[in-house]
């Protein structure tokens, strides 16, 4: 679990530096560049490096561990910057310090820490967190995904989809059972998994609608041999609790990244609609366009309020389950309809490439579907209260 301590780590006014050099890196050095990552589908090497010079390759990794050591409060503001520009970017280093490098963080051993995380955090190791596969998205549970145990090793045989930074990993952070779901749990470990370990496979990177830059494959293991310290936490019983507590985090994160594509997209929408005329006059004189801008800034602001509260909520340990979700599910579904109303407000120029709302589009098309899809956190929320109502009743 985050610490308290992970709270205090970095001061407010030093935070505000961080904050402050992001934002400029973002509008001054790779909005002039989204065209380039779009016909590259690549992050170009210089900006890699800007970043990892930066340190956001750790910015949410402790600082014993040679990260940031930013709290979720302050990511989600970094994160509301990354979104701002082509996903892509923050694609590039957001395994590193979200859903792969929070497993070691919560629950990796000292040793295991010791390691990896330094790697991690300087971005000379890309981690990729892998849970996801054929027939176990949304419900992970039915993971197929196996590791034996063989004398003091760990051999896994399995396939998993979908795995971001799976192209230049050098860590794979891989779920996989190591017995039947029983009365004790799941029964889904999870294990260090060097990307060049005998075994692992890279498949060709998939063909994807957005986010160009940032790349996915599938991973296959194929009798992958592994030590018995590759287990996290050294015990099987860690897996699937690292798995639920690494994506709540993340939905926070991911909150706040959909706030930014929706800022833009409100941005640009504006500068458009003052500017672009029919008839001689600015469409922003429309009052039918004013409601379209009008219902972009509502959304934004409501997003960017919940983000907020929700991170404090994460951060202080008083919500890390109906919160997240709720903040995943809005903002997400905001950020979709204000990046519809984006296309919309400029007409048929939404709808070409290079224009910035056509990219981000379909982009944020995206954070409906990953890190679980709206449906499941409607579950997560409907069903949580629910239960919680339940015990109260039964108690
Ligand atoms: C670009 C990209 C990057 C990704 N990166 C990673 C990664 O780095 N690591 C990783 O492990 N995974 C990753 N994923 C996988 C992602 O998390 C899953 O795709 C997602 O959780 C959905 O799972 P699924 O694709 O199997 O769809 P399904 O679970 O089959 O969902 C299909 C539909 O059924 C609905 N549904 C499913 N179950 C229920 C239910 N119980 N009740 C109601 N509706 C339900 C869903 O909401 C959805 O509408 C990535 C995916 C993409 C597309």
Not at 12 to 21: G, H, M, T, V
Not at 82 to 89: I, N, Q
Not at 95 to 109: D, E, M, W
Not at 329 to 346: K, P, R, S, Y
Request: charged share 20%; proline share 3%.
């Amino acid at each position: 679990m985050t610490t308290t301590a992970a709270a205090t780590e970095v001061s407010d006014e030093d935070f505000q530096e961080i904050l402050a050099q992001t934002r400029s890196f973002i509008r001054t050095a790779v909005v002039p560049r989204e065209n380039e990552i779009l016909a590259t589908d690549k992050v170009p090497d210089d900006l890699r490096d800007q970043a990892k010079n930066m340190g956001l390759f750790g910015y949410a990794i402790p600082q014993r561990w040679g990260g940031l050591g930013l709290n979720l409060a302050q990511d989600v503001e970094l994160a509301m910057e990354f979104g701002y520009t082509a996903l892509a970017l923050r694609s590039m280093f957001g395994t590193n310090n979200g859903i792969a490098g929070q497993v070691l963080v919560g629950f990796g051993t000292d040793e295991q820490k010791t390691q990896w995380l330094e790697g991690i955090a300087s971005g000379d190791v890309v981690a990729s967190f892998a849970l996801t596969e054929p027939g176990a998205g949304s419900n992970p549970a039915g993971l197929r995904t196996k590791a034996v145990r063989d004398g003091d090793d760990w051999v896994i045989d399995g396939q998993k989809r979908f795995i971001t930074n799976a192209p230049t990993a050098d860590l794979f952070v891989v779920f996989a059972r190591t017995r039947p779901a029983d009365d004790a749990g799941p029964g889904i470990a999870v294990f260090l998994v060097p990307a060049d370990a005998a075994g692992v496979e890279v498949g060709a990177k998939d063909a994807k609608m957005g986010q160009e830059g940032a790349w996915t494959a599938d991973v296959s293991f194929t009798d992958v041999r592994v030590p018995g310290g590759a287990l996290v936490g050294g015990s099987e019983d860690v897996g699937y609790r690292a798995a639920m507590t690494s994506l709540a985090r993340g939905r926070v994160h991911i909150a706040a990244l959909a706030v930014g594509s929706a800022q833009r997209a409100l941005d640009e929408s504006v500068a458009y609609a003052a500017a672009a005329t029919q008839g001689g006059e600015p469409i922003g004189n429309f009052q039918l366009v004013q409601a379209m801008i009008a219902d972009q800034q509502t959304g934004v602001m409501a997003g960017r309020a919940l983000v907020r509260d929700a991170a404090r909520q994460w951060v202080s340990g008083e919500d890390r389950r109906i919160a997240p979700s709720a903040a995943k599910l809005f903002c997400t579904e905001m950020a979709g309809n204000v990046a519809d109303l984006a296309v919309q407000i400029h007409g048929g120029t939404g709808y070409m490439r290079e224009v910035p709302v056509e990219r981000i589009y379909r982009e944020v098309r995206l954070l409906r579907l990953y890190e679980g899809t709206s449906e499941i956190q409607r579950l997560i929320i409907g069903g949580g209260l629910v239960k919680a109502a339940q015990r109260n009743t039964h108690r």
